[in-house]
Protein backbone atom coordinates (compact mmCIF):
# COMPACT_ATOMS: atom_id res chain seq x y z
CA UNK A 1 0.00 0.00 0.00
CA UNK A 2 2.70 2.41 0.64
CA UNK A 3 4.29 2.25 -3.09
CA UNK A 4 1.18 2.14 -4.36
CA UNK A 5 -0.25 5.46 -2.90
CA UNK A 6 2.35 7.36 -4.93
CA UNK A 7 2.19 5.94 -7.99
CA UNK A 8 -1.26 6.47 -8.08
CA UNK A 9 -0.93 9.87 -7.41
CA UNK A 10 1.56 10.14 -10.34
CA UNK A 11 -0.51 8.02 -12.92
CA UNK A 12 -3.77 10.41 -11.54
CA UNK A 13 -1.60 13.44 -12.31
CA UNK A 14 -1.10 12.43 -15.35
CA UNK A 15 -3.82 11.57 -16.44
CA UNK A 16 -5.50 14.41 -15.41
CA UNK A 17 -2.78 16.12 -17.46
CA UNK A 18 -3.09 14.08 -20.43
CA UNK A 19 -6.76 14.61 -20.49
CA UNK A 20 -6.51 18.79 -20.17
CA UNK A 21 -4.04 18.33 -23.58
CA UNK A 22 -6.39 16.27 -25.31
CA UNK A 23 -8.96 18.10 -25.14
CA UNK A 24 -7.22 21.83 -26.00
CA UNK A 25 -5.75 19.72 -29.08
CA UNK A 26 -9.32 18.68 -30.49
CA UNK A 27 -11.01 21.74 -29.42
CA UNK A 28 -13.20 20.63 -26.77
CA UNK A 29 -14.44 23.12 -24.31
CA UNK A 30 -12.84 23.08 -20.34
CA UNK A 31 -14.91 22.31 -17.41
CA UNK A 32 -16.16 26.27 -17.89
CA UNK A 33 -17.69 26.21 -20.96
CA UNK A 34 -19.35 22.59 -20.09
CA UNK A 35 -22.73 24.93 -19.78
CA UNK A 36 -22.53 25.50 -23.46
CA UNK A 37 -23.09 22.14 -24.31
CA UNK A 38 -26.15 22.07 -22.32
CA UNK A 39 -28.02 24.30 -24.99
CA UNK A 40 -26.91 21.84 -27.97
CA UNK A 41 -28.02 18.97 -25.99
CA UNK A 42 -31.89 17.78 -26.69
CA UNK A 43 -33.52 17.34 -23.23
CA UNK A 44 -34.24 14.04 -21.98
CA UNK A 45 -37.78 12.95 -23.97
CA UNK A 46 -35.99 13.26 -27.11
CA UNK A 47 -32.66 11.43 -26.13
CA UNK A 48 -34.98 8.50 -24.91
CA UNK A 49 -37.01 8.89 -28.10
CA UNK A 50 -34.14 8.64 -30.28
CA UNK A 51 -31.95 6.20 -27.62
CA UNK A 52 -32.70 2.90 -30.24
CA UNK A 53 -31.09 4.80 -32.81
CA UNK A 54 -27.49 5.93 -30.95
CA UNK A 55 -27.31 2.71 -29.19
CA UNK A 56 -28.12 0.20 -32.16
CA UNK A 57 -26.10 2.46 -34.74
CA UNK A 58 -29.30 2.19 -36.69
CA UNK A 59 -30.82 4.80 -39.53
CA UNK A 60 -33.35 6.85 -38.12
CA UNK A 61 -37.23 6.78 -39.61
CA UNK A 62 -37.52 10.61 -40.81
CA UNK A 63 -35.62 14.12 -40.87
CA UNK A 64 -36.99 14.84 -37.45
CA UNK A 65 -35.95 12.09 -35.54
CA UNK A 66 -32.15 12.23 -37.45
CA UNK A 67 -31.82 15.53 -36.11
CA UNK A 68 -32.25 14.40 -32.87
CA UNK A 69 -29.82 11.05 -33.35
CA UNK A 70 -27.32 13.43 -34.63
CA UNK A 71 -27.47 15.72 -31.78
CA UNK A 72 -27.59 13.26 -29.41
CA UNK A 73 -24.59 11.51 -30.92
CA UNK A 74 -22.42 14.29 -30.80
CA UNK A 75 -23.21 14.95 -27.19
CA UNK A 76 -22.54 11.27 -26.45
CA UNK A 77 -19.34 11.33 -28.55
CA UNK A 78 -18.39 14.91 -26.52
CA UNK A 79 -18.49 13.23 -23.28
CA UNK A 80 -16.84 10.15 -23.89
CA UNK A 81 -14.38 10.55 -26.70
CA UNK A 82 -11.82 11.35 -24.55
CA UNK A 83 -9.55 8.63 -23.50
CA UNK A 84 -7.51 10.46 -20.84
CA UNK A 85 -11.03 11.28 -19.01
CA UNK A 86 -12.18 7.92 -19.00
CA UNK A 87 -8.75 6.60 -18.00
CA UNK A 88 -8.54 8.85 -15.06
CA UNK A 89 -12.34 8.07 -14.00
CA UNK A 90 -11.12 4.12 -13.78
CA UNK A 91 -7.92 5.39 -11.68
CA UNK A 92 -10.19 7.42 -9.16
CA UNK A 93 -12.82 4.56 -9.00
CA UNK A 94 -9.58 1.91 -8.02
CA UNK A 95 -8.34 4.74 -5.20
CA UNK A 96 -11.41 4.30 -3.97
CA UNK A 97 -11.50 0.77 -3.73
CA UNK A 98 -8.10 1.03 -1.98
CA UNK A 99 -9.51 2.98 0.19
CA UNK A 100 -11.94 1.11 1.03
CA UNK A 101 -9.99 -2.13 1.71
CA UNK A 102 -7.63 -0.36 3.95
CA UNK A 103 -10.20 1.46 6.10
CA UNK A 104 -11.37 -2.04 6.35
CA UNK A 105 -8.76 -3.20 7.79
CA UNK A 106 -7.83 -0.11 9.89
CA UNK A 107 -11.47 -0.11 11.58
CA UNK A 108 -12.08 -3.77 11.81
CA UNK A 109 -9.63 -6.45 12.66
CA UNK A 110 -10.24 -7.87 9.39
CA UNK A 111 -11.90 -6.90 6.14
CA UNK A 112 -15.68 -7.75 6.57
CA UNK A 113 -17.49 -9.82 3.49
CA UNK A 114 -18.83 -6.08 2.85
CA UNK A 115 -16.00 -4.36 2.35
CA UNK A 116 -14.66 -7.05 -0.25
CA UNK A 117 -17.98 -6.73 -1.99
CA UNK A 118 -17.78 -2.85 -2.16
CA UNK A 119 -14.00 -3.59 -3.17
CA UNK A 120 -15.10 -6.08 -5.91
CA UNK A 121 -17.70 -3.79 -7.34
CA UNK A 122 -15.70 -0.91 -7.22
CA UNK A 123 -12.91 -2.91 -9.12
CA UNK A 124 -15.33 -4.41 -11.78
CA UNK A 125 -16.97 -0.68 -12.35
CA UNK A 126 -13.64 0.42 -13.37
CA UNK A 127 -12.68 -2.37 -15.40
CA UNK A 128 -15.94 -1.88 -17.09
CA UNK A 129 -15.74 1.72 -18.18
CA UNK A 130 -12.34 1.35 -20.80
CA UNK A 131 -15.43 -1.16 -22.16
CA UNK A 132 -18.00 1.35 -22.05
CA UNK A 133 -15.86 3.50 -23.88
CA UNK A 134 -15.43 1.55 -26.43
CA UNK A 135 -18.99 1.03 -27.06
CA UNK A 136 -20.10 4.46 -26.90
CA UNK A 137 -17.80 5.95 -29.19
CA UNK A 138 -18.19 3.22 -31.64
CA UNK A 139 -21.98 3.36 -31.34
CA UNK A 140 -22.11 7.33 -31.56
CA UNK A 141 -19.93 7.75 -34.53
CA UNK A 142 -21.73 5.19 -36.61
CA UNK A 143 -25.27 6.63 -35.98
CA UNK A 144 -23.49 9.99 -36.72
CA UNK A 145 -23.08 8.35 -40.25
CA UNK A 146 -26.29 7.12 -40.79
CA UNK A 147 -28.33 10.16 -39.99
CA UNK A 148 -26.00 12.81 -40.83
CA UNK A 149 -27.51 12.84 -44.32
CA UNK A 150 -31.13 12.65 -43.31
CA UNK A 151 -30.49 14.78 -40.81
CA UNK A 152 -29.42 17.89 -42.97
CA UNK A 153 -32.17 17.35 -45.62
CA UNK A 154 -34.49 18.79 -42.21
CA UNK A 155 -35.60 23.05 -41.97
CA UNK A 156 -33.57 24.88 -39.33
CA UNK A 157 -35.91 27.12 -38.71
CA UNK A 158 -38.03 25.95 -35.74
CA UNK A 159 -41.95 26.90 -35.63
CA UNK A 160 -43.32 29.65 -33.79
CA UNK A 161 -44.94 27.63 -31.26
CA UNK A 162 -42.67 25.66 -28.92
CA UNK A 163 -38.61 24.53 -28.91
CA UNK A 164 -37.47 21.96 -31.20
CA UNK A 165 -36.66 19.46 -28.58
CA UNK A 166 -33.63 21.29 -27.37
CA UNK A 167 -33.13 22.87 -23.64
CA UNK A 168 -35.97 24.34 -21.97
CA UNK A 169 -37.17 27.19 -24.18
CA UNK A 170 -34.43 27.06 -26.67
CA UNK A 171 -33.73 27.02 -30.52
CA UNK A 172 -31.60 25.05 -32.79
CA UNK A 173 -27.98 25.23 -32.21
CA UNK A 174 -25.59 25.91 -34.25
CA UNK A 175 -24.11 23.53 -36.46
Known amino acids: MALCTPLLAVALIFCAVSA ?6 HGQPGWLLREQWRTQTPDMAA ?5 PYVKGARPAPD ?10 ARARLRAWENPWQVALQSLLVLVMALQVAALGGVYLAWPSALVWLCVLVL ?5 YLPFRL ?4 GHSRRALELNE ?3 ARRPTECPDDG ?10 PAP
Open 20 to 25: WRWNRR
Open 47 to 51: QRRVR
Open 63 to 72: AESARLTVAT
Open 123 to 127: VSFAV
Open 134 to 137: RSVV
Open 149 to 151: GLA
Open 163 to 172: PCGFGPGSRD
